[in-house]
């Protein structure tokens, strides 16, 4: 069981350029979350599939931010036209219950 | 929206003590769950609890089962691995899953 897998750990990107982060939940975990980290605002939900189907997404910012999960290895956070304030941890989680998370190690983006 | 408050904010403990951090919630809650993240910023989970109290090694984690508006967690006889950052994190009930967490105690381990 290799855990919560997320591509790249690190993402540089230059202010305007899209950004795709990956994650890959663990075999068998129907739930996969995102959530992004700040200092300023702390751990905020982004949004949540269960089974690929969005189940809420009332933390993505409404502009710019979109998340697919096309199958049930792998879900994608893309950020069109990137912002300096977008820079953040991107953390993803997958449960199989729906609760009882474990958190990939993150991706740190800096838009500059 | 919901609310978790946690305290303290920063920890100083000399090696060997005991200390706790607690979460109160603004609302009922259906589960918490604490997590400590590392110096490479992974959220590790220490404890899931729907009720009751769970217990690993020196730690120890207690989720009132009546009302559900807080949750604790223990630190018995602190070590220099135990600094970090923990944060607990709370579902409410009937919160479609979603945690949400709060601002996080950094604790310190000294000699």
């Known amino acids: 069981n290799a855990g919560v897998i997320q591509t790249p750990r690190h993402k540089v990107t230059g202010k305007g350029q899209e950004a795709t982060l990956w994650c890959e939940p663990i075999?068998?975990?129907?739930?996969v979350f995102w959530y992004r980290q700040t200092i300023v605002q702390g751990l905020e939900f982004l949004t949540y599939?269960?089974?690929?189907?969005?189940?809420?997404d009332s933390g993505m910012p409404k502009e710019r931010f979109s998340a697919q999960m096309p199958n049930q290895s792998h879900s994608t956070l893309k950020i069109q036209s990137t912002q300096p304030q977008d820079s953040a941890v991107y953390l993803c989680?997958?449960?199989?219950?729906?609760?009882?998370?474990?958190f990939g190690s993150g991706t740190r983006l800096l838009v500059i | 929206g919901d609310q978790v408050e946690q305290s303290p904010s920063a920890l100083s403990l000399h090696e060997g003590t005991d200390s706790a951090l607690r979460c109160n919630f603004t609302?009922?809650?259906?589960?918490v769950q604490w997590f400590r993240q590392n110096s490479r910023g992974s959220l590790i989970s220490l404890f899931y609890?729907?009720?009751?109290t769970k217990e690993n090694g020196r730690l120890k984690s207690a989720f009132d089962s009546k009302e559900r508006r807080y949750s604790t967690l223990h630190i018995r006889d602190a070590q220099l691995e135990d600094s970090g950052t923990y944060f607990c994190?709370?579902?409410?009930?009937?919160?479609?899953?979603?945690?949400?967490f709060g601002q996080g105690t950094v604790l310190s381990v000294i000699p």
């Open positions: 609890l729907a009720s009751g």
């Open positions: 989680a997958s449960s199989f219950t729906g609760s009882d998370y474990t």
């Open positions: 599939f269960r089974n690929q189907a969005p189940i809420d």
């Open positions: 994190a709370a579902e409410a009930t009937g919160g479609n899953n979603k945690l949400t």
């Open positions: 609302t009922t809650m259906r589960s």
């Open positions: 075999s068998g975990h129907s739930a």
